[in-house]
Every structure is written in C-alpha cells, then in structure tokens.
C-alpha cells in the first residue's frame, strides 16, 4: 500500500517539531494532518479517522495522556520527554503501540511508523471480514455498532440489517419492500409501517454524530444512503 493513502495525525503544542514531523512526513509521501492540543485532537478525532497518531504528552488542556484513553482502533505513537520506565509501561498497558523519548532520531521513528501501520493493516484486514464502511461511517454487522472517528453507536438489530442494506448500495435507492424482504430473517417483526420509524431512529443518530443526514427518501421507491 503506497503511504499516500495513509494520514499520520501530529499532535504536539511545541510548532517547530510539529513542523519538522510534518516536512518528514510529506517527504515520505503520507498526509499529515496537526493538532495543537489534547482539546483540539478530540475535536479533530470526532470527524476524521487518522491511520496513526504521534502524540506529545505535555499537552495544554487535555493531557496526551487523557487523550490516548479516548483513542479506540488507532495505533498511536507516543513521543515524549517523559522517560520514566514505569510511566512508558503503563501507556503501553492503557493503549499506546510504541513509545520514542524526544529528543529522536527521525529515521527511527519512520521506521517505527511504517511498521505499526504495516501491523495494523493487518490486523484490520482481519476485522473488516464484519465490517462495511462508506466515508467516515463504519458498521459493524455482527455487533451492530457504528463507529464515526473515535465515536462509538449502538443500534438495535432492526436498524443495523436495514443500514447493512443501505450502506452495501450507496448512494442508490433501495425500495421498502426490499428492504422487508433482505431483513426479515433477521427481524420479522419489521413491517412497513415500522419501517419509517426504524429509518427515523438511524438517520437521528446518524446526524447526532456527524451533522450530516445521511439517509434520504426517495419518493415513490424507499431511501437511499449518502456516502
């Protein structure tokens, strides 16, 4: 996979080794996007999905530490001042994969990048088998989970068949009967009737997350999911 497909999230307040992580970074041909706070990374994680984050712990606002709690399926890299064995150790316990102490030799921390991202790839290869994803929206088809960023949904049974269905066809019209048709081993109980009410439920939670409504009806045949 060539690294431009990839997006490396810099969060460190200190701007001169932001931007040197940066300039590196896009000479190795990843996208790179920055924060300056722990406040600001959270806001940032809401609405995109980094491949891997760096992440500074002396943070203003919100700690790296505080930060890295939150981070739920992205493999973070801390890089801290901080080399206290115990501290690394725990961080490594609360969900960090590698931790390199500032200063750094920058050669080093590329290789430890492409190696957790080749790591993770493969771990999300295994995962993907249940997973659907369209833009930022992934649905976990066995959990019947969304997840937006670092943002988690739960969906009852009915609404997570009736958005697999939606998301399998983005951006395509698929009929009420359809749908009924496809769900009703799942849910029977869905009528058409029902139905209206089950799309009402995703579309909200959908738009809680993201500010987006993502599910349109389409007079005369069903609703269509925007990718």
């Known amino acids: 996979m060539s690294n431009s497909t990839y ?14 992580l940066e300039e590196a970074l896009k000479k190795e041909n990843y996208n790179v996007s920055r924060a300056y706070s722990g406040t600001e990374a959270l806001m940032v994680l809401e609405k995109e ?19 890295l709690k939150k981070v739920n399926g992205i493999p973070v890299i801390v890089v801290s001042a901080k080399t206290d064995i115990d501290h690394k ?31 993770n790839a493969v771990n999300v290869q295994k995962e993907n088998s249940n997973v659907i994803t369209v833009g930022n929206i992934s649905l976990d088809t066995e959990l019947f989970t969304v997840k937006v960023g670092i943002e988690e949904i739960a ?5 997570g068949a009736i958005l697999q269905i939606l998301m399998l066809n983005p951006n395509r019209p698929i009929g009420r009967n359809t749908i009924l048709d496809r769900i009703m081993d799942i849910t029977p109980d869905c009528t058409e009737r029902s139905l209206k009410q089950h799309i009402s439920n995703i579309r909200k939670k959908l738009e809680a997350a993201t500010g987006v409504d993502h599910i349109e009806a389409v007079y005369g045949i069903g609703f269509k999911f925007i990718g």
């Open 7 to 20: 997006t490396i999230m810099v969060v460190d307040d200190d701007v001169s080794i932001g931007n040197m």
């Open 155 to 159: 969906l009852t049974r009915t609404e």
């Open 49 to 67: 999905t980094p491949s891997l984050i760096i992440l500074d712990l002396m943070l203003p606002g919100i700690t790296g530490e505080e930060v």
């Open 89 to 119: 150790v725990e961080l490594l316990y609360n969900g960090a994969c590698d931790y390199v102490t500032k200063p750094f030799v920058i050669s080093e921390l590329l290789a430890r990048i492409a190696v957790n991202l080749r790591k």
